[in-house]
């Protein structure tokens, strides 16, 4: 694991920080090879791939429905309750999110803008390492509220054949009726592409490992996608008032998602950073072999000489989960440009937000929130803008409009407004 000041860091250190959209060339092959088998073989390829990749032989791609109804009775009471906690929370905050259709009228003129959601979503919910009945919540619940009327969930199956009950119930709960046990790649061909069980669908959403996300970028020409979500990151600003062993354990919180994931803290208390990393280095003696691998590959504790130059590399690094646990917490959010989520104080674990304070946990890595957002009901919704001019509104503008036309060169422009024009005067 690094330890630097930041003001010390090297290009190369920068650039490994800075810098996490990597080459998977032979990765990108392997998706490559995967797409284009279940885009020519349609079902047959995702039953080869599922006992090829999962060593799981599937006697049927789609789960039945009485499987998902009986599935929230497998589960322990306080889970099933958790899941309905978890459901409501994310459904109060996105509920807020669902815009309204809108119009205005001036000098002749009605502009407006309509809102329309999405024919059809393709959700990837991430299993394998575990099941992850929270991503479930996370991509349905905001699609049923845009009114999304087919939403169809992909997640990979256990040894058993469906995939987990967890996941299932969350399903359920969710009101998703179409779940298919496919996972990786394959299951992000077959919702682009179409195959005989599986129609495709209009835009595909959710996290997952590399093979998954480059699968999204490789298919985003004939489906729209959310936005680049691969390994978990988080990178924590903290100052003297931070306590080591909390801030340790969520790095490792995120650490233990992927031995690919990415745990930073950048702290202007040389002493938290010291005995933060004496608590990492505690904590990795009981913490899965996965988290101790991303730790040593991308984790980094660093010293700054104030919060602005945390800040600062903060705003460059644009992580997925930013932590911010300072005595002015809310001030240095004021500073905040490029971060997929917030976490504000010593009460606020990326941890609450991955589960069941409401807010998305579907968002953008590797420095993508710079120009992205993570998941909303914006995401399932399309923008249409509609416009009616009367006799006034066509003559207010017209001018303007047959000038611009003609200078582009586009006589046909200019005409189809003059002979409205004319027309009105004939009239």
């Not at 009471?77 to 815009?99: C, G, N, S, T, Y």
């Not at 119930?169 to 496919?182: K, Q």
């Not at 917490?329 to 004021?334: A, G, I, T, Y």
Request: glycine share 8%.
């Amino acid at each position: 694991m690094l330890f630097a000041e930041l003001a010390e860091l090297s290009r190369e250190q920068k650039e490994r920080l800075l810098n996490r959209r990597r080459s998977h060339a032979e990765a990108e092959a392997a998706v490559r090879q995967i797409l284009e088998r279940v885009r020519r073989r349609g079902d047959e390829a995702l039953l080869e791939l599922t006992s090829e990749l999962d060593g799981v032989e599937l006697e049927e791609i789609r789960v039945p429905e009485e499987v998902l109804e009986e599935a929230p009775g497998t589960l322990q009471p306080e889970v099933l309750e958790a899941l309905e906690v978890a459901r409501a929370a994310i459904e109060d905050f996105h509920r807020k999110q669902v815009p309204e259709d809108w119009s205005c009228s001036s000098a002749g003129a009605t502009l407006g803008m309509l809102h329309r959601p999405l024919d059809s979503v393709g959700c990837y919910v991430p299993g394998g390492r575990a099941s992850y009945p929270s991503t479930v919540l996370m991509c349905a619940v905001p699609a049923a509220l845009a009114g999304v009327p087919r939403i169809a969930v992909c997640t990979p199956p256990g040894r058993h054949g469906y995939p987990a009950p967890l996941t299932l119930a969350a399903c359920r709960l969710a009101g998703v009726h179409e779940v298919y046990s496919i996972g990786g790649a394959q299951a992000v061909a077959a919702l682009a592409y179409g195959t005989e069980s599986i129609r495709r669908v209009e835009k595909i959403v959710g996290p997952g490992n590399i093979y998954v996300t480059l699968a999204k970028q490789l298919v985003s020409g004939e489906v729209a996608t959310d936005m680049p979500a691969g390994p978990s990151e988080v990178l924590i600003i903290a100052d003297a008032s931070a306590e080591p062993e909390l801030v340790a354990l969520d790095m490792l919180a995120q650490a233990e998602h992927d031995p690919l994931a990415v745990c930073v803290l950048v702290s202007t208390s040389r002493e938290v950073a010291e005995s933060t990393l004496r608590a990492l280095q505690e904590a990795c003696k009981h913490a899965p072999g996965s988290a101790k691998e991303a730790l040593e590959a991308g984790g980094a504790v660093l010293v700054a000489r104030s919060i602005e130059e945390a800040v600062s590399f903060a705003n460059r690094f644009a992580p997925e989960h930013l932590q911010i646990i300072t005595q002015q917490d809310e001030q240095v959010l004021r500073m905040i440009r490029n971060a997929g989520s917030v976490f504000l104080g010593r009460y606020s674990p990326v941890a609450c937000g991955d589960y069941a304070s409401g807010t998305n946990h579907v968002l953008p890595t590797s420095g993508y929130a710079r120009a992205y957002s993570g998941l909303s009901v914006h995401d399932f919704l399309k923008r249409i803008t509609y416009q009616k001019l009367d006799p006034e509104g066509l003559e207010r503008i017209a001018r303007a409009a047959i000038t611009l036309a003609r200078a582009e060169g586009l006589e046909m422009h200019a005409r189809s407004i003059e002979a409205r024009l004319e027309r009105r005067y004939h009239d």
